[in-house]
């Protein structure tokens, strides 16, 4: 319960930090109050689907929520309300031309399915919808194929980031994934919109051809870690990257994800002719020796400041400036598990 709690209010702080500024006087005092009725209905349903300790209530309440939320998005402008208390993350382009709907529904610690729908931001204020269908769970290689709504890579998506290339828009989602009851994942996507407006995601935007070792290009990026850490995974605008924590297993066996944890250094991402262009050592690549993302580490993955990352830094600054050439971390190496996970 304490896990759902969080996760919900994760949900809901993102919501209010990115749709606040996006929310626009376009409907009417009537219209806002049979919204508010609707989003009061909404948040006791939802609340239900995060939170029931029942499997079938919980995905009664999914079914029941998606038709609800329908309703409530066909009324005319509803992009411009803003939905704020439930219990799902919403996030908006920053051009405005869409936001995004991600959720999860959870059958069990093994099964974990996401929900999502893009509602585009209409001339004329009607809704047009586009439900995603998570196909995680019946792909094996979920890094190399561009895909549709209807085989999408589910993610509870917070933060949308903005590049164009050749005059076209790509929209780089960032997003958090309940992966197994060993290790959560977190996902760099890309979205953008053919010819006919339907939405793709993935292609060929991920690129390490600046590495040392060479790596093909990806469709989409992801990393795998141990449940109980924490990672830094998003954009810092000053910058102009995407910054990720680097991992490794604390056990000495990287072939097994739930071991991974940050190591104190970062790899990023460069937007570049249109790719995501790795960076194998942040540091190396855009800092002085003793100098640290500022930005990136001020806050964390919903926006908040970070005070914990900020003592960090402060830690790591004052370490490298003691010694010019620090010895490799390595973890001290716990008895490894032995059977099953």
């Known amino acids: 319960m304490t896990k759902n709690f969080i996760f919900s209010f994760l949900l809901l702080s993102l919501s209010s930090w990115i749709g606040g500024s996006v929310h626009a006087q376009r409907l009417s005092a009537t219209v806002v109050r049979d919204l508010t009725i609707k989003e009061d209905s909404l948040k006791a349903v939802s609340r239900k689907m995060v939170f029931s300790e029942n499997t079938g209530e919980r995905f009664r309440s999914d079914s029941i929520f998606i038709k609800t939320l329908i309703r409530a998005l066909k009324t005319p402008n509803s992009f411009y309300f803003p939905f704020d208390s439930i219990n799902i993350s919403k996030v908006y382009a920053p051009d405005s031309s869409f936001r995004i709907f991600t959720w999860q529904i959870k059958k069990d610690e ?126 810092d605008p000053e910058l102009d990257l995407i910054i990720v924590d680097h991992l490794i297993s604390e056990t000495d066996e990287p072939e097994k994800p739930f071991t991974l944890v940050p190591d104190g250094d970062y790899e990023a991402f460069r937007w570049k002719d249109g790719q995501w262009v790795h960076i194998d050592k942040l540091f190396h690549e855009k800092l002085k020796d003793g100098e640290f993302p500022k930005d990136a580490l001020l806050y964390d993955d919903a926006g908040n400041i970070n005070e914990s990352k900020l003592e960090e830094a402060s830690q790591k600054t004052f370490n490298k400036k003691s010694n010019e050439k620090p010895p490799a971390k390595k973890p001290a190496t716990p008895p490894k598990k032995t059977g099953g996970n």
């Open 110 to 235: 093994y099964v974990i399915l996401q929900r999502g729908a893009i509602q585009m931001n209409t001339p004329s204020g009607d809704l047009k919808l586009y439900p995603l269908f998570d196909n995680s769970m019946f792909t094996s290689k979920p890094m190399d194929s561009a895909r549709t709504a209807q085989n999408w890579i589910g993610a509870i998506y917070y933060r949308i980031i903005q590049k164009a290339h050749k005059g076209k828009n790509y929209y780089t989602l960032i997003g958090f994934d309940d992966f197994n009851v060993n290790s959560n994942k977190k996902w760099m996507e890309i979205l953008h919109f053919n010819e006919t407006g339907q939405p793709v995601f993935g292609g060929p935007f991920i690129s390490f051809k600046d590495d040392s070792l060479k790596r093909p290009t990806l469709s989409r990026y992801s990393i795998e870690y141990k449940k109980e850490a924490k990672t830094f995974f998003n954009y």
